[in-house]
Each structure stands twice: as C-alpha cells, then as structure tokens.
C-alpha cells in the first residue's frame, strides 16, 4: 500500500521560493502519476502540477505555469514541488496524491488513490 507523507510547508513573504516534498513509501504500481493540489480555506482542491512517473513527462496548471517546477529524486522515492515568485493567492493547503496515469483526466482528483495529509503554504503580502 502506497503511503504518501508531505514536509516543508510553511510561512513565506511574496516574491519569494519554497520547495515542499512528498515521500513515497510502499509499493506503488510501475505505471502511476505523482501529483501535487491545493486546496485554500473555502475553496475546491485545485490541481497543481503533476509527474507521470514512468514516462517523465510533467503538466502544470495556468496558474503556476513558469512559476513551480515538479520533479523527483533518482531513487523514485520523493517528489518535490519547487515554487518561485509566490504570491498571497498561492497560500493553501498542499496535498500530494498518486494516482493512475490517465493523461486525459490528469487534473481530476478522482483518479488519484492515494493523498497525504497536506502541508501548509502560506504566502504573506
């Protein structure tokens, strides 16, 4: 069973960097897809970006586009989110999930099976 366990949130002053992680522990299938959503205080869980794990290539909302960058570590064992230039309207919760490699439905939420519980961002102004 996949678990998923997110770090490195925390309090930034806009224009600002911050890297979050997301660790990956037991046995995800070969083919999957590593995401990172948010979620902000009244508002639905919105896609971020997301890293086909197997096939390497990444997709990245409007919104963060040029902004963050995902990747992950050699061992396959962590994803990173890189984000530069944060703005207060980036502040949110920060989830990691995994889910199947479904490129038409990568930024559904609903293909995702497994979440961690979230780190927060919050980005002062």
């Known amino acids: 069973q996949v678990q998923l366990v997110e770090s490195g949130g925390e309090l930034v002053e806009a224009g600002g960097s911050l890297r979050i992680s997301c660790s990956v522990s037991g046995r995800p299938s070969s083919r999957f897809v590593m995401a990172w959503f948010r979620q902000a205080p009244g508002k639905e869980r919105q896609f971020v970006a997301a890293?086909?794990?197997?096939?390497?290539?990444?997709y990245y909302a409007e919104s963060v586009e040029g902004r963050f960058t995902i990747s992950r570590d050699d061992a396959k064992t962590t994803s990173y989110l890189q984000m530069n230039r944060l703005k207060p309207e980036d502040t949110a919760v920060y989830y990691c999930a995994a889910g199947r490699p479904i490129v038409s439905a990568i930024r559904d939420p609903q293909i995702y099976y497994t979440w961690g519980q979230g780190t927060q961002v919050t980005v002062s102004s």
């Open positions: 890293f086909n794990w197997s096939e390497g290539r990444k």
